[in-house]
Each structure stands twice: as structure tokens, then as C-alpha cells.
């Protein structure tokens, strides 16, 4: 059978329940000749640096309009009371856990001498764990 090819559109003209697409041939090449990117090696090492803050809850706190807890509440890693918590702006982030599920970033907001919780029509029971995981980088 001898096929008509429309160049334009590759599309075989013999009939309309045999419309196939012809795709021109790839021509295999020897890896040899695909060069590899550059390795790029950065300059210093980024160091994370993580400051985790703890809190047990002694009394209920109702969310209904929000609540702020001070840092002077919290202990660190290593159960010494804090008086600030340590943020890493702009290199650094921080998450928030409550009873160990992590917050979303819009329901809290981590100031130095405190953390906010926005309204939520919620209660935070007596004996729940928060706590404040501050990361930050620093290059070496």
C-alpha cells in the first residue's frame, strides 16, 4: 500500500479510520558526547541550628479570643526556664505543636517574649504539651 504524507502535519491522508501520526525517526547518539553540568560547590557549610521550647498547660485556655502566653512559661531542651525565645529571621522559620500535631502558620504568630494564638472556638485542656521549634541556618 503507498501512503500519501502530508509533510505539514504528519498525518497519514489514507483514510479517516486509519489517521495515524508518523513521528520522524530518533537517531540514537553516543553518551559519550553528552557533557555533564559543572559541579558546583558552594562556598562554607549552612549549619541548622534548632532551639525547641516547652510548655504544660496548668490551666485551660479558652482560644474563644485568642490567648498569649509568655516565654518566661517555657523551658528549653534542656528544662531551664527562658525568658525570650530565640527567632532566626530571616534565615529560620517556626513551628508550633499542640498536644504534638503542628499548627498551621496562620493560627500563631512567635514574637521574641511571646507566643499569640489566634481566636479559634477551641480550648486548650489542662496537661496539654505545646511546643515552639525555632530553626534557623547559619553558614559556616
Known amino acids: ?4 504524507l502530508d509533510p ?3 498525518i497519514d491522508d489514507s483514510g ?4 495515524r501520526v508518523f513521528w520522524p525517526r530518533i537517531k540514537a547518539i553516543d553518551i559519550d558526547t553528552i557533557q555533564p553540568p559543572p559541579v558546583v560547590i558552594p562556598e562554607g557549610t549552612i549549619i541548622p541550628i534548632i532551639n525547641r521550647y516547652f510548655y504544660i498547660v496548668t490551666e485551660a485556655i479558652d482560644l474563644t479570643n485568642g490567648a498569649t502566653l509568655a516565654a518566661n512559661l517555657f523551658t528549653d531542651d534542656n528544662g531551664d526556664p527562658v525568658t525570650e525565645f530565640t527567632l532566626f529571621k530571616p534565615n529560620g522559620y517556626v513551628n508550633l505543636y499542640i498536644n504534638a500535631v503542628m499548627q498551621e502558620g496562620g493560627a500563631y504568630e512567635v514574637a521574641p517574649d511571646s507566643l499569640t494564638l489566634n481566636p479559634f472556638n477551641t480550648t486548650i485542656f489542662t496537661g496539654t504539651p505545646i511546643i515552639i521549634e525555632s530553626l534557623g541556618f547559619q553558614q559556616m
Request: with cysteine.
Open 8 to 10: 505539514q502535519n504528519l
Open 1 to 4: 500500500m503507498n501512503r500519501k
Open 16 to 19: 479517516c479510520e486509519n489517521n
